[in-house]
């Protein structure tokens, strides 16, 4: 399951990397990144950042693991049940053998790796009245920015720059 899954982030990783090497922000990052300030977050265990998209929360000894853990602010969505949290305070996390707790921001636009090898979107719903982003590496090496939002009751993810909606699968988790 681990496996499919890395395979699966296959696109969100080459955008990570690639990201990294223009800007010199690391991929993984402690979850006090975007709000240094938050000192409570520096108390935040093992957990990091993974990109802007999602909060990791590693198991490090078998049947271990916290049983909460501190979100930044914002909407943040357990990626195995797409149940919403308001961040800015602890959460519970809950354990499994076969996954990792992990968390994904709201609004955020993940390349990932279609059942076909195409690149599909992962899109996590944004809060209402906000937006979000993600990047895509195309095959020409070019890095482009993508970005979320609310429109007519629905969540539309457009090419930065373009105004047009992206092609392709998109898929909004985190609604309803």
């Known amino acids: 399951m681990a496996l499919a899954e890395r395979r699966r982030l296959l696109p969100y990783h080459a955008a990570l990397g690639a990201s ?3 800007t ?3 991929a ?3 979850v006090w990144w975007d709000t240094p300030e938050d000192r409570e977050l520096r108390e935040g265990g ?3 950042l993974l990109g802007d998209a999602f909060l990791v929360v590693p198991v490090l000894e078998p049947g271990g693991g916290p049983s909460a853990v ?4 914002g909407r943040w969505y357990d990626t195995a049940t797409g149940r919403a949290y308001q961040g800015g305070a602890a959460v519970p996390v809950e354990v499994a053998a076969d996954r990792l707790p992990v968390f994904a921001r709201a609004g955020a636009v993940v390349p990932v790796r279609g059942a076909d090898g195409e690149v599909e979107w992962e899109v996590w719903a944004p809060a209402p009245g906000r937006g979000g982003a993600g990047m895509v590496v195309r095959e020409s090496g070019v890095l482009e920015r993508m970005v979320s939002r609310w429109e007519e009751g629905r969540v539309v993810v457009r090419e930065e720059g373009r105004g047009e909606e992206v092609r392709g699968t998109a898929r ?5």
């Not at 501190?70 to 602010?73: F, K, S």
């Open 46 to 48: 093992d957990a990091f």
């Open 24 to 26: 010199g922000v690391p």
């Open 28 to 30: 993984v990052r402690p």
């Open 172 to 176: 909004v988790r985190g609604v309803g």
């Open 70 to 73: 501190r979100l930044p602010a």
């Open 20 to 22: 990294a090497g223009l």
